[in-house]
């Protein structure tokens, strides 16, 4: 998981056991500086509580598995500088499709190509891995995210208006949004 040369490197984790020392607090640190940013990536109201976020990324780490939930994670220089998760339900009616969830980016490293990295990459091992044929995600409107994804191939196929309530009078839309063919 190392580069010298500023370059990312993309790697995936499908079992709790795979994970290198220090890749989970370095998880933790990202998510809470996301989520401490006003980054829609599972927290909605900073600042958030640590121990929330480091219980969070145990039960993810814990479902691990490599038919339904893998970890995608960017390096940079050996440091973490983004993950997101990808899962799939393998009940059969519904195992040609898998969601992305919790994408995100250390702040430092925005706009380098590290968060559509690892959407590109998590759209390969979904593919060629685990056989899926579609993927979805859900995005919190208002912050662009239809647009990041749109440049990536995705297309929005719906909206649940005002789903998402971060403050009193500050109700955002939830972005329905799908990629296929993989």
């Known amino acids: 998981m190392i580069t010298k040369d500023g370059t990312p490197l993309f790697t995936q984790f499908t079992a709790p056991g795979a994970l290198p020392d220090g890749l989970v607090p370095a998880l933790v640190d990202c998510w809470t500086e996301v989520s401490d940013a006003g980054g829609a990536a599972g927290f909605p109201f900073p600042p958030v509580d640590p121990a929330e976020v480091t219980a969070a990324v ?9 038919a339904s939930s893998r970890l995608v994670v960017a390096t940079v220089d050996g440091a973490l500088a983004g993950w997101l998760c990808l899962r799939r339900d393998t009940f059969a009616l519904i195992a040609h499709w898998g969601t992305l969830h919790h994408v995100q980016t250390r702040l430092a490293v925005r706009g380098l190509g590290i968060g559509a990295g690892l959407v590109r990459r998590a759209r390969a091992i979904a593919r060629e891995e685990m056989g899926v044929e579609q993927l979805r995600l859900a995005a919190r409107g208002g912050v662009g995210l239809e647009d990041f994804y749109g440049r990536l191939g995705w297309r929005e196929i719906g909206r649940w208006p005002g789903a998402l309530r971060l403050a009193e009078d500050d109700d955002r839309d939830e972005i329905l949004m799908v990629l296929s063919p993989l």
């Open 58 to 66: 145990d039960r993810i780490v814990a479902g691990l598995d490599p």
